[in-house]
């Protein structure tokens, strides 16, 4: 056989295809526990648009005798009979089913865009895809618009000049290859396009009687919704209010800090939005979301002054999502709060409630949402 | 690569002729390093996709970057065998490997247990392995790589779990008891049949379906190939490929001291007798020999484990020089390691070699046990005992379909990893389709039954 002879197996790696696969199983079985996974970093600023999460390499299991706890072995080398070779560590002990220690563990970072997880999860939970709601207004832009023989190197476009020297050659007494004049460029122009601007308030309860567990929940919560609304807007800006008894707002990295003490008065918060609003936004021309987390707890004093704020914020709002994070008890919405989306929803307002117990609901409280949103919609 | 060695491969099958090496004829062929690598990872040049071959890809190319492990050559039995050397190899290294595989072309040919799994699996196990891929790779496209994967899953998983003391191609179990023995034609007999033909006649009738495993059955794949109770066609035939391939394993795991040993041997012997070779050539090459047939522990050192070629060359080079060749290569044709070490390795070789027994605990402590041959054989032996897998066998059928398998925790000595088993259980329940239950036991040694989940 000749040296010469290109191979199959020089172009075609076997290993590699099964390493792929293998990645490909990871990074499934990350998928499964990916709200879990995300609640756990600070990843919904734009700046992260990826998520990096370390992983073992999987197993394949076979069966196996369990570690024993004394072995006998054969060895080689400069030893006498009562010699010892290593000592006991303390760590040694206790380390009880640590598996990889045999095979020298490896781990692998694995990096996720977060929009790939966006488009896997939306996908794969068959959630809806919204329609924006258009605005008034307009804004220009640059868009594509028909071809030119000239233009920037940069805007070539590869296929059409193909097909213009297929179609010179199939003319008789054509020339083989390409001439300038088979080139062609991609042209832009202005034009006006209608806006389709979202803002998203965040408004989460930081009451004391909320735990560190029922913040992140909620914040894992609020983090797939944006990227959920980032799929239909192309430009979303978020607010974030938190409120205990006054109601503030802050920037993304210090609102999911924030813990306060004392009760819930949520009407601060609503006015609050409401104040935010009227300030900056005007709803006929952005479609405004509002999502509420909370345990529900609102001081009953402050009744009828919710349902006033809430109101005034739904009639401006395409939306209004409350989530209830309560882990450890299951009341079902049965809460202050829960009540007031409840009186919300049948006066004919778009708006939600789920309770969210734990990180497996997460996902079925997105899904709620875009499903009941996508309805009202249409 | 030059191709320079290859003038040297006729003179050397030449040298080994006549030295009294028997052989097939060996095709020689130089592959790129990633190839070689791939081979080592697989344990056949072609095979079947699954992404655990995957994983140790990764781990070996982990090792390969921090230096360790380097292959020099592969080489497969049969007839013609198949022999690839690294691209990379040097003049010197590719005269000693072709020298190598030619001692190993000779003990694959002659050894007893080889030639029962070759004349099973056949002489052309690369060209078979090759197929089982196809084949494979045919059902994914037909099925889906999910339901295949699932079906490796599981066949690979009780890779070693074979009888290799059965015949690869063996019968399903008598599906009836044997007849009970003819009644003997005496007056009784005669009388009572007398009273009612028809109760006499009827008592003959009667055949007794045969239990299924009629003992338990330690060759899980065949078992599961033959006996679940929904497994497709396609599916059966995966569990078979695996089976055959793991028949042809079997031999090169069992024989791997004599293989090694005796392949080391005759390559450092036939390079001595090799007067053609150039005396740098030869210089190099005795170089890379002493490089791989040694201890793994440099001179004043100590390692917890034995190099098989340096323990194997260095009992045929005890064996060929106290006993003769004649001598030798009866032994090297009717020993697996098991007899090999039990018979030949003698205290003096031993302590020679500097071999040592050790206690490691599970604290990390690790001592020098006092020597004692029988018990240094047999730390030698133990991890290749059944295939190097603990000792499980499907125990029985339950009416709904339950299968119950047996772990044999008296051989083994201990109970098995649970977590372990139980997600081989999940894979086995996946093709077997009914439950799986498995009873071993607790580190206290009280019995314990785990089920699929």
């Known amino acids: ?203 989460l309860d930081v009451s004391g009687s909320m735990s560190d567990r029922d913040r992140k929940l909620a914040k894992s919560f609020f983090f797939w919704v944006v990227q959920g609304l980032r799929r239909e807007y192309r430009s979303l800006e978020t607010v974030f209010v938190a409120h205990t008894t006054e109601a503030w707002e802050f920037s993304e990295p210090e609102f999911f800090q924030v813990s306060g003490t004392g ?99 997460v996902w079925g409280a997105v899904r709620h949402f875009f499903t009941a949103e996508a309805q009202k919609n249409e | 690569m030059s191709d320079d060695w290859r003038s040297y491969t006729a003179r050397i099958e030449e040298l080994a002729a006549r030295s009294g090496l028997i052989f097939h004829p060996v095709d020689f062929e130089a592959v790129p390093d990633t190839f070689m690598m791939e081979i080592a990872v697989y344990g056949l040049p072609v095979r079947m996709p699954h992404w655990s071959f995957g994983v140790r890809y990764i781990y070996q190319l982990i090792q390969r970057h921090m230096g360790h492990s380097r292959l020099f050559e592969v080489v497969f039995p049969g007839n013609p065998g198949h022999a690839y050397l690294a691209a990379s190899n040097g003049l010197a290294e590719n005269i000693l490997v072709t020298a190598h595989v030619l001692g190993h072309a000779d003990f694959s040919r002659n050894n007893l247990l080889f030639r029962r799994c070759q004349e099973q699996v056949s002489e052309h196990i690369v060209e078979h392995a090759a197929a089982h891929a196809r084949q494979i790779s045919q059902a994914i496209e037909t099925y889906g790589a999910e339901r295949v994967e699932q079906v490796l899953d599981a066949a690979l998983a009780l890779e070693q779990h074979i009888d290799v003391d ?27 049949a007398a009273l009612d033909p028809t109760a006499a006649a009827a008592a003959q009738e009667v055949r007794k379906r045969a239990p299924v495993p009629p003992h338990p059955e330690r060759d899980l794949l ?107 290569r009866r032994i090297m044709e009717q020993d697996d390691d098991f007899g090999f070490v039990r018979n030949h390795l003698t205290r003096e070789l031993a302590d020679e070699l500097k071999m040592f027994r050790y206690n490691a605990r599970a604290d990390g402590q690790v001592k020098v046990m006092e020597m004692e041959l029988t018990a240094l054989q047999e730390s030698i032996l133990a991890p290749k005992y059944g295939f190097g897998a603990p000792t499980v066998a499907a125990k029985h059928i339950q009416v709904d379909g339950t299968l119950e398998l047996l772990h044999d925790h008296e051989t083994d000595g201990r109970g098995l990893d649970l977590d372990r088993s139980r997600k081989v259980l999940d894979y086995v329940q996946r093709v077997w389709r009914r439950p799986v239950e498995l009873h071993t036991v607790d580190q206290n040694g009280s019995a314990l039954h785990l089920t699929s989940s």
């Open chain 1, 1 to 203: 056989m000749s040296e010469n002879d290109s191979k199959w197996y020089e172009l075609f790696s076997r290993g590699a295809r099964d390493w792929l696969r293998h990645d490909e199983k990871v990074r499934d079985a990350v998928r499964a526990n990916l709200p879990e996974i995300v609640a756990g970093a600070d990843v919904i600023n734009d700046s992260a648009r990826t998520v990096r999460v370390p992983v073992r390499m999987l197993e394949h299991y076979h069966f196996r005798l369990r570690r024993p706890q004394e072995q006998e072995g054969a060895g080689q080398g400069a030893a006498k009979p009562g010699d010892v070779l290593a000592k006991p560590t303390r760590e040694g002990k206790g380390e009880k089913g640590a598996g990889g220690r045999d095979e020298g563990e490896v781990q692998l970072l694995l990096e996720f865009k977060v929009d790939d997880i966006v488009d896997w999860l939306w996908e794969e939970m068959q959630l809806p895809n919204l329609k924006a709601r258009v605005g008034p207004s307009e804004e220009t832009d640059w868009v594509r618009e028909g071809w030119d023989k000239r233009g920037a190197r940069s805007r070539l476009d590869r296929r059409r000049s193909l097909k213009e020297m297929v179609k010179r050659r199939s003319a008789p007494g054509a020339t083989p290859t390409f001439t300038d004049e088979d080139l062609r460029y991609r042209q832009l122009a202005r034009r006006k396009q209608p806006a389709i601007h979202a803002v998203v308030f965040f408004m």
């Open chain 1, 263 to 361: 009760g819930t008065v949520a009407s601060t918060g609503l006015n609050k939005v409401r104040e935010i609003i009227d300030e900056r936004y005007n709803p006929g021309r952005a479609n405004i979301y509002l999502f509420y987390a909370s345990d529900g707890d609102n001081s009953a004093s402050d009744g009828d002054e919710a349902r006033e704020a809430l109101k005034a914020v739904a009639d401006a709002a395409c939306y209004t999502g409350y989530v209830e994070v309560s882990s450890g008890s299951s009341r079902e919405l049965a809460t202050e709060t829960g009540r007031l989306f409840a009186e919300l929803d049948e006066a004919g307002f778009a708006a939600g409630s789920y309770a969210l117990n734990d990180y497996d609901d």
């Open chain 2, 166 to 192: 059965q015949s690869l191609r063996r019968e399903k179990y008598p599906e009836y008891l044997a007849d009970p023995k003819p009644l003997v034609d005496d007056d009784f007999r005669k009388r009572f």
């Open chain 2, 222 to 328: 065949w078992f599961i190939a033959h006996y679940a109770p929904e497994l497709e066609s396609w599916e059966r035939d995966i569990f078979l490929a695996v089976r055959e391939e793991s028949f042809y394993f079997y031999p090169v795991f069992a024989t791997q001291i004599m293989n090694e040993g005796w392949a080391s041997y005759w390559h450092a012997r036939l390079l001595r007798e090799a007067d053609f070779v150039p005396q740098q050539a030869y210089v190099d090459a005795i170089k890379c020999h002493s490089d791989v047939v040694r201890p793994i522990a440099a001179d004043q050192q100590v390692a917890l484990s034995i190099n098989p070629y340096h323990l194997g060359f260095s009992m045929w080079e005890k064996i060929i020089e106290s006993q003769g060749l004649p001598a030798a």
